[in-house]
Each structure stands twice: as structure tokens, then as C-alpha cells.
């Protein structure tokens, strides 16, 4: 029989793939703090190597679209309101806050965004000199993978392949993505448009996909600007 932390982890195997799991709220305009909550904190129990990693709560429309840029999620509590500050993927860092699970806060979703949910989102933290080395994307696809198979048995069959950048849409912006291989000079990696992560149904971001090579040759890829996220690819 399944133990109680792998029912909620598989519950939540949403990071990767498109048949995440979503909770919805009992009425639109309020999460859950619980629910909330028993997502998140599966990644801080799990006890592996995730130094390269960060886990996010999404807002998800039920409507397939971006979340609406005045949209607002505040906790509110007995002691006050907390508002979380949504990045432009619909992601906020959540406060995992005992006082609040025992009084199941809710989460107050504002700025007409209609019926949600949300998903937790585990992502590639993005580093301050945009300077990344492909031993260390591997490593860090690597920790993610990991973590997919503890929270959901069924993925021990996947594989790490690469990492998605993912940008704001800006027109005539300069290439967000050069790729450093030895001594010769760095190229711009091919952009396309699309979600943030697999399955999403937030598009119109700036998309780039470094997969990686089978060689050994040190690779090094440079960002223009800090990414909004950088997914792992897992297939």
C-alpha cells in the first residue's frame, strides 16, 4: 500500500510533465492554504541533493491563457494579510507557515483572474552573471529528475535531455541564448515561442531549448537577461 507521503507527492508529480496534477479551488476567487501547503512542502521534506532547484506555487487558469497581469494572492491570516508577488509565469514563492495550516488561510486571488488552481513548480534556480556551464545544467536536470521519480514512481523510465530558457516576449530584443563551445566564438540558439513548462497553457513566451550533446566537450551558454525560468527537459 502506498505510504502516506507518496500518495502526496504523486498527487502533486506536477513539475515536468503535462499531466500534472491541479487543485482546484472550492470557489473561484480562493485557494486553500492547506491544500496548498501539503503540495509545497513535499520538496522540503524530500532529503536528496537540490541545491540547483526552487519550488513555486502556480497560479493556473481553469481557462487555458495567461494569468492577468493585475491579478494579486494575498494570504490572509489571523495576523494580517501576506501578499505574494506573482512573476509573469504566475509563480510565487510560498511561505510554508504552520500558524497558517492550522488555521487553513486562505488565499485570497484577486484582479478578476476567474476560476484557478495552481501547481508546484519545481525549476532551475537562474544564476546573477547569466554565465551557465552545461556540466552544471546537466547536474541540475539531473537533481530534478530525481526528485520527479521520488514524487511519482511511474517516471523511473524518464530521462534528462536538456533545459528550456524561458524569456518575456520583447520585439527586437537581442538573442537571449549564445552557446560558448572551447575557443570559438559564441552563437545565438534558435527562439521559438511557447509555455514556460510542458503542458502549460500560458504561451507567448520566448523559448529556448539547449539539449544536451553526448560528447564531453565543455560548453558554456550565455543569457542576455536573467530567464524567467529554466525548466528541466525530461522525456
Not at 537533481?143 to 524569456?167: E, H, K, N
Request: with cysteine.
Amino acid at each position: 500500500m502506498m505510504n502516506a507521503p507518496r500518495h502526496v507527492a504523486l498527487l502533486i508529480a506536477l513539475l515536468l510533465s503535462a499531466g500534472a496534477s491541479t487543485a482546484h479551488a472550492p470557489a473561484p476567487e480562493w485557494l486553500s492554504y492547506r491544500d496548498a501547503y501539503r503540495a509545497m512542502v513535499v520538496f522540503q521534506k524530500y532529503g536528496g541533493p537540490k541545491y540547483y532547484l526552487q519550488n513555486q506555487l502556480q497560479l493556473v487558469p481553469a481557462r487555458q491563457g495567461a494569468v492577468a497581469p493585475n491579478v494579486q494572492l494575498i494570504l490572509q491570516t489571523r495576523d494580517g494579510d501576506q501578499f505574494l508577488a506573482l512573476d509573469p509565469t504566475g509563480r510565487a514563492v510560498f511561505p510554508l507557515s504552520t500558524a497558517a495550516y492550522n488555521e487553513n488561510a486562505p488565499l485570497l486571488v484577486s484582479g478578476g483572474a476567474g476560476p484557478v488552481g495552481f501547481r508546484a513548480r519545481v525549476s532551475i534556480m537562474p544564476r546573477a552573471n547569466g554565465l551557465y556551464d552545461s556540466a552544471e545544467l546537466r547536474a541540475a536536470c539531473g537533481q530534478a529528475l530525481d526528485y520527479l521519480r521520488y514524487a511519482d514512481a511511474s517516471a523511473s523510465t524518464r530521462a534528462c535531455v536538456g533545459v528550456r530558457f524561458v524569456f518575456p516576449h520583447e520585439i527586437g530584443a537581442p538573442a537571449p541564448v549564445r552557446l560558448r563551445s572551447g575557443a570559438a566564438d559564441a552563437v545565438a540558439l534558435p527562439v521559438t515561442e511557447g509555455g514556460a513548462f510542458p503542458g502549460d497553457g500560458q504561451h507567448g513566451f520566448r523559448i529556448v531549448h539547449y539539449r544536451f550533446s553526448h560528447g564531453a566537450e565543455a560548453r558554456q551558454l550565455i543569457t542576455s537577461s536573467t530567464p524567467l525560468a529554466i525548466t528541466p527537459l525530461i522525456e
